[in-house]
T-cell receptor, first 114, second 112 residues
Framework: KAGVTQTPRYLIKTRGQQVTLSCSPI?????VSWYQQTPGQGLQFLFE???????NKGNFPGRFSGRQFSNSRSEMNVSTLELGDSALYLC?????????????FGQGTRLTVV | AQSVTQLGSHVSVSEGALVLLRCNYS??????LFWYVQYPNQGLQLLLK??????LVKGINGFEAEFKKSETSFHLTKPSAHMSDAAEYFC??????????FGAGTRLTVKP
């Protein structure tokens, strides 16, 4: 079966702009989690959606938001981009939640803010 | 809140040698523990997970990890390193709320 698909793979944006990243989970998976990966901070949890509801949220400012659609596809939005938002953004899908079922990760979207 | 600490940001071994990557966790409730591997420009791939069924967990590619509650550890081992094992390895912990926390990662180098 198809894996987790993240689009686009690479993105370059200017400071102050906004960006939307997309994640299509594995068919049948209802949970999608987002992570930010940077060399300095490592992997940080952004939020998790399950059946269109945000179930968990990490410690990120309100500029970071997300949503999940009825087909479980998820989008992440970052407004008013800052240089520090440059990172690899990973999404993970699982059947019931990241904790006690296997999470499958996409290849990520590499965002560069200039 | 739960957290993990990976000891050693870089580990270098010779091909055929034992691989030992260290992970200690902190959790106020019984944890679920994971090891993931990441190759350059790729997402994370699950190596193995501990969900309280057995303390010694076997994963893919010959890796295994042992959950030691008394030491709050979940170290990853492989008896004989292969060149293809060179990658970054992440330990992660979560509890019932499904908020997964990752360690800082350990970059494994395998020398020929």
């Amino acid at each position: 079966k198809a894996g987790v698909t993240q689009t686009p793979r690479y993105l370059i944006k200017t400071r102050g702009q906004q960006v939307t990243l997309s994640c299509s989970p594995i068919s049948g998976h209802r949970s999608v989690s987002w992570y930010q990966q940077t060399p300095g901070q490592g992997l940080q949890f952004l939020f998790e959606y399950f059946s269109e509801t945000q179930r968990n949220k990490g410690n990120f400012p309100g500029r970071f938001s997300g949503r999940q659609f009825s087909n479980s596809r998820s989008e992440m939005n970052v407004s008013t981009l800052e240089l520090g938002d440059s990172a690899l953004y990973l999404c993970a899908s699982s059947l019931g939640g990241v904790g006690n079922t296997e999470a499958f990760f996409g290849q990520g979207t590499r965002l560069t803010v200039v | 809140a739960q957290s993990v600490t990976q000891l050693g940001s870089h580990v270098s071994v010779s091909e055929g040698a034992l691989v030992l990557l260290r992970c200690n966790y902190s959790s106020s409730v019984p944890p679920y523990l994971f090891w993931y591997v990441q190759y350059p420009n790729q997402g994370l791939q699950l190596l193995l997970k501990y969900t309280s069924a057995a303390t010694l967990v076997k994963g893919i590619n010959g890796f295994e990890a042992e959950f030691k509650k008394s030491e709050t550890s979940f170290h990853l081992t492989k008896p004989s390193a292969h060149m293809s094992d060179a990658a970054e390895y992440f330990c992660a912990v979560t509890a019932k709320n499904n908020d997964m926390r990752f360690g800082a990662g350990t970059r494994l180098t395998v020398k020929p």
